[in-house]
């Protein structure tokens, strides 16, 4: 079956792109000399896993309990949270996978510590730690230095709670090519008085994972970086285009829509709205609506009901009409894959295959 005669709207991967993103991260990884720890956030499936796996990835990061779940269940070891997980019903289930599976976790506060503490030994078991620190992005993490180590040696003290590195997330690194390097060069500033203050204490540090799809072609900038953790780069989107991150041709997937409606003049009315694509609207390049139209660039997606793409066929040279098939780039690729149960696969433009979107919808 051709993608376009799919029912609609659905979520399709052309798996020569897929293919092509994976082994040109991993790729650059390896010339940079950092591992690849991938964050499952954006695709949330267990065979673009097991792909990232077999490229050399060291393991995975997850931000929910749940996602750890699904992807230990599927048969992975070594999963980073790399989330400051608060609550006492996930951390049980935490300290349960870690009996298991090999599980870090990235915290920020003393609080964490203790109550993860708790957890693990009333299980018998082990938690790795990461202490994450803030790389400038003003989200999560401790100021680099004193207080940092300060933390982790609370949590070296701490009965089932193994100390292991440094977390940061490298989120400020964002924009063009120039706006990127400049604040990675930034970063490494960062993640040094980081590295400096254990250093004074003669403390070391086995892991420090740092990184995102933008900042990933500058990991080589950043010394003392052990693994990244892009997201992103296995499907890319709008945002990561209009980054200079990647290509149009580089994104991989695509929500199928059908023309519903052409009756109001200057409209085409698309039957995927937010529930389908996201009401995520642009955070980096022109603000060009809910997604790109790959039939039609010149006609922007100006406005989403839940079920409802209303397109704005005005300046569009493209004559839209009733029963249309067309394909559209999200904005924000890892959100809207977490609206779909499934991903059908691609090859030449035929459906070879569907892959359950296993961890969607796993917010806990
Ligand atoms: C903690 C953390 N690590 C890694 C990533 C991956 O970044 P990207 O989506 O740019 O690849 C994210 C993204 O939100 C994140 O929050």
């Keep these: 079956m051709l993608a376009n005669e799919l029912s609609t709207p659905v979520l399709t991967v052309d798996l020569d792109v897929l293919e092509r993103n994976l082994e040109r991260v991993a790729e650059t990884c390896r010339k940079q000399g950092v ?9 949330k499936t267990v065979e673009v896993a097991r792909r990232q796996l077999a490229l050399g990835a060291v393991g995975l990061t997850v931000a929910k309990v749940g996602e750890a779940e699904v992807f230990a269940a599927a048969g992975f070891d070594d999963i980073l949270v790399a989330y400051p997980i608060m609550g006492q019903e996930k951390h049980r289930r935490l300290a349960t996978l870690a ?30 730690v990461l202490v994450e620190f803030d790389a400038g992005g003003k989200r999560c993490g401790l100021e680099p230095g004193p207080q940092v180590v300060a933390l982790a040696k609370t949590i070296a003290k701490l009965p089932g709670l193994k100390f292991r ?21 930034q970063v490494a500033q960062r993640v040094d008085r980081a590295l400096a203050a254990f250093r004074a204490e ?71 709205g937010s529930k389908t694509l996201t009401s995520d609207v642009m955070s980096a390049g022109p603000k060009t609506g809910y997604g790109y139209i790959v039939e039609a660039p010149d006609a922007p997606i100006v406005k ?61």
């Design 202 to 272: 003669s403390m070391p540090v086995e892991i420090v994972s740092g990184g995102s799809t933008p900042s990933l072609e500058f990991a080589h900038l950043i010394s003392g970086l052990t693994e990244i953790r892009p997201g992103t780069y296995v499907y890319n989107d709008l945002n990561t285009y209009h980054q200079g991150a990647c290509r149009l041709e580089d994104c991989a997937v695509r929500v199928v829509a059908t023309v519903v409606s052409t009756a109001v003049p200057g409209r085409a009315i698309l039957d995927s």
């Design 35 to 43: 591992s690849l720890r991938p964050h499952t956030k954006t695709h």
């Design 304 to 364: 989403l009901n839940e079920e409802h793409g209303l397109v704005d066929t005005t300046s569009s040279k493209h004559r839209f009409h009733v029963g249309e098939v067309v394909t559209i780039i999200p904005n924000h690729v890892c959100v809207a894959v977490n609206m779909h149960d499934e991903i059908v696969t691609l090859r030449k433009g035929e459906a070879v295959g569907c892959w359950k979107i296993a961890a969607r919808g796993k917010i806990r």
């Design 165 to 185: 590195g440094l977390m940061s997330y490298f989120g400020n690194v964002w924009g063009t090519p120039e706006e990127r390097r400049a604040e990675a060069e």
């Design 99 to 128: 009996r298991a599976r090999r599980i870090l976790i990235a915290i920020d506060s003393e609080a964490a510590a203790h109550e993860l503490s708790r957890a693990a030994s009333a299980q018998g078991g082990t938690l790795g």
